[in-house]
C-alpha cells in the first residue's frame, strides 16, 4: 500500500524557518517533489529531488531560501524553509513519482500525493 504522509507544518513569524517531512512508503519512488496551494488557486511547484543521485531543482521564488533533502535509507522527504514570508503561507503537498526525465516540475508527473500540512507565515 502507498503512502505518503507529510507533517511539520505550523505558524511561525516572517523571517522564521520550518522543517517539513515527507515519508513515503509502498513503491520505489524515482523521484519527489514539494508543492504549495492557497485557496483559489493551482498548485504550485516548490521544489523537487531525484531518488538517485540527488538532483534538485526548484522554483524561482524560494530558491535561496528552502532546501529539498531526501534520506533513502528512511524513506523520507525534508523541506528546510528558511526566511519565510507572509506569501509563502499554503497547505504544502508532497508527492512521489516514478518516470524518467529531469527536471520533474508538473503536477502530472507526480503519481502519488499526501494530505497537505498547513505553513502560515505571520507579518
Known amino acids: 500500500q502507498v503512502q505518503v504522509v507529510e507533517s511539520g507544518g505550523g505558524l511561525v513569524q516572517a523571517g522564521g524557518s520550518l522543517r517539513l517531512s515527507c515519508a513515503a512508503s509502498?513503491?520505489?519512488?524515482?523521484?519527489y517533489a514539494w508543492f504549495r496551494q492557497t485557496p483559489g488557486k493551482e498548485r504550485e511547484f516548490v521544489s523537487s529531488i531525484r531518488r538517485n543521485g540527488g538532483n534538485t531543482y526548484y522554483e524561482e521564488s524560494v530558491k535561496g531560501r528552502f532546501t529539498i533533502s531526501r534520506d533513502n535509507g528512511a524513506n523520507t522527504i525534508y523541506l528546510q524553509l528558511n526566511s519565510l514570508k507572509p506569501e509563502d503561507t499554503a497547505v504544502y503537498y508532497c508527492?512521489?513519482?516514478?518516470?524518467?526525465?529531469?527536471?520533474?516540475?508538473?503536477?502530472?508527473?507526480?503519481?502519488?500525493w499526501g494530505q497537505g500540512t498547513q505553513v502560515t507565515v505571520s507579518s
Open positions: 508527492a512521489a513519482g516514478y518516470g524518467g526525465g529531469w527536471p520533474l516540475f508538473k503536477t502530472y508527473e507526480f503519481a502519488y
Open positions: 509502498g513503491f520505489s519512488f524515482t523521484s
